[in-house]
Structures are given as C-alpha cells and as structure tokens.
C-alpha cells in the first residue's frame, strides 16, 4: 500500500472510495502487478535429503526478501510438499516426485540472494 493513503477497516466491505484526485506519487501508466512489482524465479534442485525439522527450521529462516517458496522435498521422514509464504509455512506429506525441487520467488532486487539460498539449502542437514 502507497504510504501516504488512509486505510479504513470495515463489517461488510461497504466503503465509500474516493478516486477523483490523482496522487502525485502513483505512477500515471497502467500497470500489471507483475509491473508494479517485479519478481524473479528459480527453480532450485534439493540436492541433499534432510530431516523434517531441520527443513522446517530452514524454511523458517528465510529471509523476508523471499516471498514465497513451493515444491516437493524428500526427508528422512517422506516426501513433503512444501509452501511458504511470508505468512506462514505449510508441510504436507506428498508422494514421490522423480526430482525434489524447490520454486523461489522473490523481488527483482533480491534475485542476487539466490544464489546464497541455493547453497544454504544444499548445505543444511
């Protein structure tokens, strides 16, 4: 949300918007959320198979620079689906996938970071 606009909670989402006056600060172009906010992916290999706790702490860990993580990892225990979000993290026993797999997602900005979070994953035991 632009800093400088009221945020109003309400019972039945009946609130009276006033859109008539343009903000300076919002861009004038029609934008796309992808446009808006730029993201990159990757597709990372899990190349090592770790206990359940410990990819649950991993996951826990990551940085708020990652907005969201998904995919199929084998433990110790099985095979897990995973799915994290800045709000929470969801570990979900799955079937065998033929490759365990992780989907990164994080801002254009961030995508440097991959790199780093690649090697932490394959690192962490």
Known sequence: IHPGVETR???YGNVALDFSVRQAALPEEDLSTAEAN???TRTIPVERQLSK???ESW??????SVLRA???????????????????????????????VLVFIV?????????EIARDLNDAG
């Open 9 to 11: 909670r309400c019972q």
């Open 70 to 100: 998904k995919g199929t990892v084998r433990t110790h225990e099985g095979w897990y689906l995973v799915d994290k979000t800045l709000d929470g993290l969801v570990l979900e026993p799955g079937s065998g996938v033929d490759e365990p």
């Open 59 to 64: 996951l826990k860990a990551l940085p708020g």
């Open 53 to 55: 706790p410990a990819l």
């Open 107 to 115: 801002h254009d900005e961030d995508e440097a970071r991959l790199e």
């Open 38 to 40: 730029p993201y990159s």
